[in-house]
């Protein structure tokens, strides 16, 4: 970044390093809001999700068999910290890390048990700004395959 005088106007100029950590910033911010907002709606109920799946569905007996057992709660614990992790830049890909397998599962169950649930925009945003940042750190995530 540098800055250029032209008469009292002072004009930055943005390398193409800085557009990817301002992308990689904003995308981050926004994931981490999603999850800690679904996350919390489970625990506190402030947002209408569209009621249950139909009853005797292959949804209605997935939700059914998480939310008996308790792992529903414990995934959205999981949602609620990766979520607060990820917004942080240092704790970033930790964060990625923990969201990464409830990522796929999203993406499973919206297109194996809900078919076309993948084109729902809370899922597409979802997987779009996890990949993005999962392309944007995949120096860092490529030492853990080896």
């Known amino acids: 970044m540098s800055l250029e005088t032209k008469g009292f106007l002072f004009v930055r100029r943005f390398s193409s390093l800085d557009l990817v950590k301002t992308a990689k910033l904003i995308a981050s911010i926004l994931l981490g809001l999603a999850f800690v907002t679904f996350g919390l709606n489970f625990f506190i109920g402030f947002m209408d999700t569209g009621g249950p799946p139909p009853p005797d569905s292959l949804g209605a007996q997935f939700g059914g068999a998480l939310f008996a057992s308790g792992v529903?709660?414990?995934?959205?614990?999981?949602?609620?910290?990766?979520?607060?992790?990820?917004?942080i830049p240092k704790t970033r890909n930790f964060g990625l890390l923990i969201l990464g397998p409830i990522v796929i599962v999203i993406l499973l169950y919206n297109t194996m048990i809900e078919p076309g649930g993948w084109m729902k925009p809370p899922v597409l945003l979802i997987t779009v700004l996890s990949l993005f940042l999962l392309i944007a750190e995949w120096r860092k995530f490529k030492l853990l395959l080896n």
């Open 72 to 87: 529903l709660a414990v995934v959205k614990s999981c949602q609620i910290a990766g979520g607060v992790l990820v917004a």
